[in-house]
């Protein structure tokens, strides 16, 4: 079992920036490919950004694509999704997640753990 705690969310105005961390335990987090999901209310939980075992490969949905950057350090079992250039379509509760594999999947039910998640919510 993988426990993953996320930290870091909170409101924020539009323009403004978040950055989120999920802090795992319980397996080697290594051997994880790390990603975000995020859910706003009345819509389906959609992809923001995966991060590979070794942290030298990135995927971004195309919201997050220049404003939103991915990273882990594997020495402290932490992903971190850095937020900028906020908007309010940005609010949602993000949800940090593992997959036990040496790609990177973009489609939630790849993955085997996932957080409790951490509002973020973004004013205009």
């Known amino acids: 079992q993988v426990q993953l705690v996320e930290s870091g969310g909170g409101l924020v105005q539009a323009g403004g920036s978040l950055r989120l961390s999920c802090a795992a335990s319980?397996?080697?987090?290594?051997?994880?490919?790390m990603a975000w999901f995020r859910q706003a209310p009345g819509k389906e939980r959609e992809f923001v950004a995966a991060?590979?075992?070794?942290?030298?490969?990135?995927s971004y949905a195309d919201s997050a694509k220049g404003r939103f950057t991915i990273s882990r350090d594997n020495a402290k079992s932490t992903v971190y999704l850095r937020m900028n250039s906020l908007k309010p379509e940005d609010t949602a509760v993000y949800y940090c997640?593992?997959?036990?594999?040496?790609?990177?999947?973009?489609?939630?039910?790849?993955?085997?753990?996932w957080g409790q998640g951490s509002q973020v919510t973004v004013s205009s």
């Open positions: 997640t593992a997959e036990y594999t040496t790609v990177i999947h973009t489609t939630k039910k790849t993955y085997d753990y």
């Open positions: 991060v590979s075992r070794s942290g030298d490969s990135t």
């Open positions: 319980g397996r080697t987090f290594s051997f994880y490919t």
